[in-house]
DNA sequence: CTAGGGTTAG
């Protein structure tokens, strides 16, 4: 591009015609070319050469393109006989910017100059309605675009559904798009996406199967909206479909950034490997955000070392606030927080402003690793060096990490200091440090707040009916069973998973339907002297039954997460690592027995709970039993 | 010119 430039600045006959230097301009735009435009523009003005509204429109473009939307708006604001090309310029600029209502500021003057928008205007403009959430501008944008005979313009169609869409206004976009003359792929696949954004899974799948002609982007919408709805299954189920050799569409690096959190949501390592591999193949991992979702995926699957092995090939110059995040949260659910806080160091000595993602990663970081001082001071740390706002969750955070380490009545003192009200979170932290160490004032405390706030929530009743049942009161443990069941509270069922050569084995609590049913009972019944013969002792305060002891004991054996186990060292030759992951928290009992399992068979056990990853090993587990 | 996106505590 210099060449165009140098001859023009050199030659004698420099053009005087505006048109010529709009020619120039328009070559230099999209090509990062700011410091030749720059020159230009610089040339010009020494010539004396005032750009018209033609002119202007194509340095704004220009600027706008190559980053600069300072001097874009500065050119706008000072054109005086500004044209519909100009305004178009701008409104897509701002909107490209994200400067929602500057975009609309200039829309304003621009129907109040009565110049009429066209379909490169409403587009822009409904963009930035929507960004902004606003559905009476949206409205009158819309009844605008109607003067404008331009409503039914597939592009201004499309994007008034987007529109109603984004402000949660489904109906009206359903409405719009079963009076469109004329669809485009575009226009299902807005509607789609905002019905798998509202959770109106049946009704996008219906869509989506209805759509005469899917792309790439349908198939990933579907897989993300899957993902987000906590359907795994159904995710990777629609990508395998769509990777068939014969299927018409491929995936791209969008694709496999949208389907890797669905194995991390399952923890379905080996088909997350598959994934990686595939992308490896097709050359689809290079993108940053593909390496995030990488990373994402093998620390939720429980390898933490393909997660940073990952992390470390992402560039370092790429290496954005996901990327670091992302990071950060791996080592704190994995219980590393001196690895999370260090990496949380290098993020800022590498220049990358922190958020409030960061902090919850940093603090659940130290929150299981004990490292409670840390954790504090960066707490405090967090307005003054960091300008991040603390919200409820850093709060809970906090007293989460006091209250394990069993300083309850600060956790409580800072309850009652916080800025707003303590919610769900907090309470539940509270309760949790109660329960594990024995408080039962704070506990009651705790849970009654949460039996207000989440009354259809049965961890918070079984958490306190243990408590009771453990302290012997029975009466107590009969009230509460009575409240469950006038509140109608579902119990939650405990599941547990295993995933051996890539399939998936669940199992529930007590469950017998597993074909191998009898070969893991005859394991678990045998256990218990195998382990005892070490030195186990059953902690019967985990089983919420008021019964004898010996039955007490027995109900424990045949907790989901025994049976994947249990079903794990049988169906794995020796001193494979098995990776197990639970709905629910683990159970104390659960807890102790894995420990002495690991040591009986040699083997490592990764078991992933709703909080966090234990890695036991030779009878010890990673949190060292602090979680 | 419109559509799909990786990170969030307990």
Not at 312 to 324: M, S, T
């Amino acid at each position: 591009m210099t060449t165009l430039l140098e001859p023009l600045l050199k030659s004698s006959q420099i053009p005087v015609q505006p048109s010529s230097y709009a020619a120039v301009f328009k070559a230099f735009t999209g090509k990062s070319l700011l410091k030749q435009g720059q020159q230009l523009h610089g040339h010009m003005f020494l010539r004396g050469l005032r750009p018209n509204a033609f002119l202007a429109a194509k340095m704004v473009a220009m600027y706008a393109s190559s980053g600069d939307i300072t001097s874009a708006s500065t050119i706008f604001h000072s054109t005086r006989n500004p044209s519909p090309l100009l305004f178009n310029s701008i409104i897509r600029a701002f909107s490209l910017y994200k400067l929602s209502s500057e975009t609309l500021h200039v829309f304003v003057r621009m129907r109040y100059l009565c110049f009429r928008g066209d379909y490169f205007t409403y587009p822009f403009v409904l963009k930035s309605v929507a960004d902004l959430g606003f559905v009476r501008l949206g409205e009158c944008t819309h009844g605008s675009s109607m003067k404008d005979g331009l409503d039914f313009d597939v592009y201004v169609a499309t994007s008034l559904i987007d529109m109603y869409v984004k402000c949660g206004e489904l109906c009206d976009a359903r409405r719009l798009f079963d009076e469109m003359p004329v669809r485009d792929v575009s226009s299902w696949n807005v509607l789609i996406s905002g019905y798998m954004r509202d959770g109106a899974i049946d009704l996008a799948r219906e869509l989506f199967d209805e759509m005469p002609l899917k792309n790439i982007v349908s198939w990933t919408t579907m897989i993300s909206g899957y993902t987000q709805n906590g359907l795994a299954g159904e995710a990777l189920q629609l990508f395998d479909e769509m990777s068939r050799e014969d299927s018409e569409v491929k995936p791209n690096w969008v694709t496999i950034m949208s389907v890797l959190p669905a194995c991390g949501h399952s923890s379905a390592l080996d088909k997350g490997r598959m994934i990686h591999n595939f992308a490896q193949e097709k050359g689809l991992d290079s993108h940053p955000s593909v390496q995030t979702a990488l990373v994402g995926m093998y620390a939720k699957c429980g390898s933490l070392a393909n997660a940073r092995f990952c992390f470390d090939r992402i560039k370092p110059n790429l290496r954005n606030l996901v990327a670091w995040n992302t990071m950060i949260t791996a080592y704190a659910s994995h219980g590393h927080g001196t690895e999370a806080v260090r990496t949380f160091e290098c993020m800022i000595q590498a220049g990358v402003h922190p958020d409030g993602i960061t902090f919850t990663g940093l603090l659940s970081g130290c929150s299981h690793s004990g490292l409670v001082d840390i954790g504090l001071r960066y707490f405090d740390s967090m307005n003054s060096v960091y300008f991040v706002e603390k919200k409820h969750e850093h709060y809970a955070c906090v007293i989460d990490l006091l209250g394990r380490a069993g300083r309850l009545v600060e956790a409580y003192d800072l309850i009652s200091k916080m800025p707003m009200q303590a919610g769900a979170s907090v309470w539940g932290s509270l309760l949790a440090a109660g329960r594990s160490h024995r408080n039962l004032e704070i506990a009651e405390l705790a849970a009654k707040k949460l039996f207000v706030l989440e009354p259809e929530n049965s961890g918070n009743y079984v958490l306190l009916s243990n408590m009771y049942a453990e302290a012997g009161m029975w009466e107590e443990v009969d009230n509460l069973r009575g409240l469950l069941k006038s509140q109608s509270v579902k119990k939650n069922p405990g599941c547990s998973w295993i995933e051996i050569n890539g399939k998936a084995h669940l199992f529930l609590g007590g469950n017998k339907s597993h074909a191998q049913t009898a070969r893991i009972y005859s394991f678990l019944e045998e256990l218990p002297e195998k382990m005892k013969a070490v030195g186990y002792v059953p902690d019967t305060s985990f089983a919420l039954h008021d019964v004898s002891e010996e039955e007490k004991e027995h109900s424990l054996t045949t907790h989901s997460q025994k049976l994947a186990i249990a079903f794990g060292i049988l169906n794995t030759s020796p001193g494979t690592v098995l990776r197990v992951t639970k709905n629910l928290r683990i159970c104390g009992d659960c807890h102790a027995a894995i420990k002495f399992v690991s040591r009986i068979y040699e083997r490592e056990i990764i078991v992933r709970d709703v909080n966090r990853f234990h890695r036991f090993r030779k009878g010890c587990c990673s949190c060292g039993d602090y979680w």
